[in-house]
């Protein structure tokens, strides 16, 4: 099965700051590779797609990046309503759906 | 609008059964694929099952192999969990999602959107 993880497992940061989370594959899986954020008691709801496809009505300031292993989500400037937990996810092999362990965002 | 609304949680007794709804709306249910992932009590994210949009094809996390069965039934836009033999370690959140992909490359892109709000299932004597 292909391994998904994240670093930093978790940070603080302030209004305003540049984030920058990343999440690297076992194995290559080109550009399979998805963003999602989720708040507490809610569900997760997609950022990115296919490395660096914005999803319709995700703020410009989320951007994505990466293809083979290493990859990297960007807050440009993090708003008050970033602080969450976000995960990626390899959607190269279509038959184990494996997700990062995730990246928790607070306030510094 | 897209909806996803998952039901039929509750608390369970280890080793017994129990029958998760997922009830879709706002888009044609049988074109998509249609997953199934759970979250444990502070934890991260598991994926659990994915079915294809006509039911013809279905895989399960080794986790839940041979006890879980995802199955569908587009005449009612529902997608189900049928999950037996529950241990503990199955306590968790269950949350519906909807598998989406694009034809660009091969194989196509896919991720999962929208997500349901989840249905709780605890597995306890």
């Known amino acids: 099965d292909i391994q998904m993880t994240q670093s930093p497992s978790s940070l603080s940061a302030s209004v305003g700051d540049r984030v920058t989370i990343t999440c690297r594959a076992s194995q290559s899986i080109s550009s399979y590779l998805n963003w999602y954020q989720q708040k507490p008691g809610k569900a997760p709801k997609l950022l990115i797609y296919a490395a660096s496809s914005l999803q319709s009505g995700v703020p410009s300031r989320f951007s994505g990046s990466g293809s083979g292993t290493d990859f990297t989500l960007t807050i440009s400037s993090l708003q008050p309503e970033d602080f969450a937990t976000y995960y990626c996810q390899q959607s190269y092999s279509t038959v184990r759906f494996t997700f990062g362990p995730g990246t928790k965002v607070d306030i510094k | 609008q897209v909806q996803l609304v998952e039901s039929g949680g509750g608390v369970v007794q280890p080793g017994r059964s129990l029958r998760l709804s997922c009830a879709a709306s706002?888009?044609?249910?049988?074109?998509?694929?249609m997953h199934w992932v759970r979250q444990a009590p502070g934890k991260g994210l598991e994926w659990v099952a994915v079915?294809?949009?006509?039911?013809?094809?279905?895989y399960y996390a080794d986790s839940v192999k041979g006890r879980f069965t995802i199955s569908r039934d587009n005449s009612k836009n529902t997608l189900y969990l049928q999950m037996n033999s529950l241990r503990a370690e199955d306590t968790a959140v269950y949350y519906c999602?909807?598998?989406?992909?694009?034809?660009?490359?091969?194989?196509?892109?896919?991720?999962?959107?929208?997500w349901g709000q989840g249905t709780l299932v605890t597995v306890s004597s």
């Open positions: 999602a909807r598998a989406v992909d694009t034809a660009m490359v091969t194989p196509p892109y896919n991720w999962f959107d929208p």
């Open positions: 079915i294809w949009y006509d039911g013809s094809n279905k």
């Open positions: 706002g888009f044609t249910f049988s074109s998509y694929g």
